[in-house]
């Protein structure tokens, strides 16, 4: 592919039938899953509202854009989709909505063991937050919890799992999330990279800073949108406040 950058092939549509609305959240991240098939993220048009099964899901498709399918539904704003190398469930990050406050509700971790789950949006937030218009008839016992809550107004975007060298063995296996940064949170947080370790069981485990300074006295330099780990263990972040791609690189402590 890297041949013909500069000269590539003509484009070919393989469907223009993508759910779409008009308003919030309308970009389509992509992705190949494990199965071969094409995965596309739909979110919802607006904070909150009942899109039922229409929008604010996930899609999957043949790579000739045949055959396509809802995976997951209750999904406000999806724009990172990963899966493990040695495994096929469906991990991804979701937004959750504004104007509850500064700590709720949480932006989520989710992962898709089943098809066709229901993630709650936009009748509960966060696993047990009941959206106080459109919880009212709706328990969240209904719906799948998520896996790990990556806290309020963080934008969690991109992300993906991380299989480098072993000498980046702390960071082995770990997944990698673009933390955006808040918009509406008095005070700010997110604009971070945040890495998400798993137990023995296979658990996720709290976030940990693993990228930071994004903000700096006060005022924003960068945002991050999304990670990709390189075959020789170092890590790009893409940055679209400043327009910037960064390269993290790990270097062994030398013995003396």
Known sequence: MENHLYNPPKPE????????????HFWKFIAFGPDGRLYVTIGAPCNVCDVGHDLGKIISINPDGTDRQDVAYGIRNSVGLAWRRTGKDLWFTDNGRDMMGDD??????????QPRQSFGYPYCHQGDVPDPHYGKDHSCGEFTPPALKLGAHVAALGLRFYDGPAAARSLKGALLIAEHGSWNRSVPSGYQVVSVKFDSAGHPQQSEPLIWGFRHNGRTVGRPVDVQ???????LVSDDFSGSLYRLTYTPAVRK
């Open 13 to 24: 549509v393989i469907t223009d039938h993508l759910p779409f609305k008009d308003g919030d």
């Open 229 to 235: 780990p390189m075959p020789d263990g170092s890590i």
């Open 104 to 113: 709720v509700p949480s932006d989520e971790l989710n992962t898709l063991t």
